[in-house]
């Protein structure tokens, strides 16, 4: 008898966690989040990328609930698009349906995998996939594929002295094969070999940006003028 | 006029494509010797000249200067001679001092100030030295031409028809110059022209070429005097003058004959004995031609170039 | 040697005709400044718009470096003209003036004059690109400030530190100069065999012109024979904006220009040496 109660409890342990709620998993990891209600952080940003040579730089992100984010250098920064904003909100912004995969060991830490996909047409993605460490709820991976921009995966890395749930580090990757590849200035001849050409368009290698967070100043109040100022400077 | 030959040229050509230029030229220059070189235009003067100052190669011959090789010495030889060849050109845009200073730099000496305006002043321009010499007149840039082949003291003077384009006081002046360098400082001048009058008033030598080639060479009082004269006696009897002549000193200065017609060299005052001689032996003078050969020489080529 | 390159330098800047490239870059570049006051961001957006798509970036890259960047790539057929305006006139402006009857017959060996014109015509050319590098870089840094250097080569995009781009200018700027005393060089072996300055300069831009359209057709054969162009080495100046520069290579572009160099000069030398002075 005391077997078949064990059995029984174990069999509805197993099926209560086969059959995970997704927008749980997910709300819990918002509400964490929202925990931060602005900061301020430096980053170094190091660029490893096929077409793009550029030197390590440092800035400055500040970012305000709900969404308000602002890059600051004192000289040169630049920041893939989507890994400029990586908080659950801003991930799951729009409708979404979600739907929990399994878990998973992901470097030696457990996570779940839910996927996300977007209902409707707005936005560029398509089909969001998150490694969420229920342990401590926060997103250790995204894998996002995008309409225009390909697929790209965020790797996040913490710290445990950060008592918030916001990154030491992140390697954004993604594929080379969908990005744009930026033709010369000014059209002049080019000076260089013309095969490398055909290599860059035919090439799938990946691209990686890693960002290191460091001296987060978190809910000591961001004021809403640093935002108002002409934000990123995308042209 | 010293022995030392300053200027020595020999069988020295010159030939452009089809053109002879200069045909086995030979000349010599001795120390203190104002040279005339006489030529009609096209004579090959100016090529000449070119060769003696390096500006044109020679295709055969040599030319030495102070007893030097030019081939080999020539900057050693250019440190003491002063040119104008043909139309003196300036630097327009630069004035009449500055010109004077920057071929004063490079003329192997130091060429003070003073000098410059020693040299301005000789040739009178001085009160004209400010000016860009593209606001010169010809003459005037004659002047100046003059002032540069002077301006470092040179011992041989390089002369390529100085008076063109002067007028009469200029030309003058530039003789008087020129004598005046000559006696006075001891110069060797080489003046060529195509003016004889030019020549036989300052020139103690000279040689007249033509089509390249030396036609009269020697001293010019030889060859001008105004004594020694080409005299034509037309006659009326070739063998009895013949006989005449024979027996007489007067054959000594006969120099051709062409029937009754015989061309004596004569001294001014031997025109009338001569021609007492043959009418006291019944020869009949029909008429005596006096002429001074070389001018009418010269006058003969130059006419057959114009 | 000395006195007869200052004498030929004093020749050289009492001529108007010297004083037209300096005027011309004093003018043309503050045009293109002006215009990129108006323009510049625009043009940067055109430049980047790729890269936009994907990433963000801050900071001033429309600066001084990015705005002389564009100048030096600019004016690759502009300053040989003006070069060659001066260094066609050395020899055969005293031809035409008839001064060489007056310096030939100076105490002065003809590969003297010829040299110390050369070395005046090359002083010329370097105090050009000098104000070239004022203009361009100074003003530059003066109107737009300074920040870090973007620039697309070989479809790829470089930033360069700000720390890190002055050294390169520097040096593309010498190597601007070596370029264009190939220029100088040519300009002057045709003016040695000429005695009208109209021809050499004519002649040299025609030769640059052409080499240059040669090099740009796509066809087998002319990419075959554009390594023997002089006018492909004169580019490489850009090599300096590369990360890491390939110093093999434009070690092998200065040697062959200055190749170029020693060539064209000798050649002059030896025909001003053997040449009748008719004029």
Known sequence: MKLLICLFLVLVQIGFSQSKDPDEIINKVVTNFNRVKDYQVDVNIKIDVEFLKVPETKAKIYFKQPDKVHLEAEGFAMLPKNGMEFSPSSLLKNDYTAIYEQDIDLNGVKTSIVKVIPTGDQGDVILSTLWIDQKIQVIRKVESTTKTNGTFTIDFSYDDKVKFPLPAKIVFSFNLDKMNIPATISGEPDTEKPHTKNKNSDSRTKGKVIVNYSNYQVNKGVPDSIFEEKNNKSE | ?306 | MLTLIQIELYKIFKKWRTYIGFIAIGVLVPIIHTAMVFEGAHTLNFMTRNIQQSFIFVGNLLNGYLVSYLILTSLAVHIPFLVALVAGDLLAGEATAGTYRMLITRPISRTQIVTSKFLAGIIYTHLLIIWLALMSLVVGLIIFGSGELLVISNQTVIIFEKNDILWRFLLAYDFAALGMSVVASLAFLFSSLVENAIGPIVSTMAVIIVFLILSAINIDFFQTIKPYLFTNYILSWRLFFNTPVDFSELIKATLILAGHIVFFFSLALYIFNRKDILT
């Open chain 2, 1 to 306: 006029m010293n022995d030392e030959k300053i200027i020595e040229v020999n069988l020295l050509t010159k030939h452009f494509k089809d053109l002879r230029a200069v045909n086995s030229l030979n000349l010599n220059v001795f120390e203190g010797d104002v040279f005339g070189f006489l030529g009609p235009n096209g004579a090959g003067k100016s090529t000449t000249i070119r060769m003696l100052l390096s500006l044109i190669r020679p295709n055969e011959g040599s030319i030495k200067l102070f007893g030097k090789s030019l081939q080999k010495n020539r900057i050693e030889i250019l440190k003491r001679i002063g040119a104008i060849v043909e139309k003196p050109d300036f630097y327009g845009y630069l004035s009449a001092y500055k010109n004077l200073e920057i071929l004063g730099r490079i003329s192997g000496k130091e060429i003070s100030k003073n000098r410059i305006m020693e040299v301005l002043e000789l040739v009178g321009l001085s009160k004209r030295y400010k000016s860009k010499v593209k606001t010169f007149s010809h003459g005037m840039k004659q002047r100046l031409g003059l002032g540069q082949a002077l301006l470092h003291d040179p011992d041989l003077i390089i002369l390529d028809e100085p008076t063109t384009g002067l007028d009469p006081q200029g030309m003058k002046e530039i003789r008087d110059l020129i004598l005046h360098l000559s006696k006075e400082k001891k110069k060797t001048i080489f003046l060529s022209s195509h003016i004889l009058h030019e020549v036989e008033l300052v020139a103690n030598r000279m040689i007249i070429i033509d089509k390249g080639t030396m036609k009269v060479e020697g001293e010019v009082k030889d060859l001008l005097n105004a004594k020694k004269l080409k005299v034509t006696f037309e006659t009326d009897d070739e063998e009895k003058v013949k006989n005449l002549l024979s027996q007489s000193g007067w054959g000594s200065k006969l120099e051709s004959n062409a029937k009754t017609v015989f061309i004596f060299s004569l001294e001014n005052n031997e025109i009338a004995e001569l021609n007492k001689f043959f009418v006291l032996n019944g020869i009949e003078v029909n008429a005596v031609i006096p002429t001074r050969s070389l001018e009418d020489y010269f006058l003969k080529i130059t006419d057959e170039v114009a």
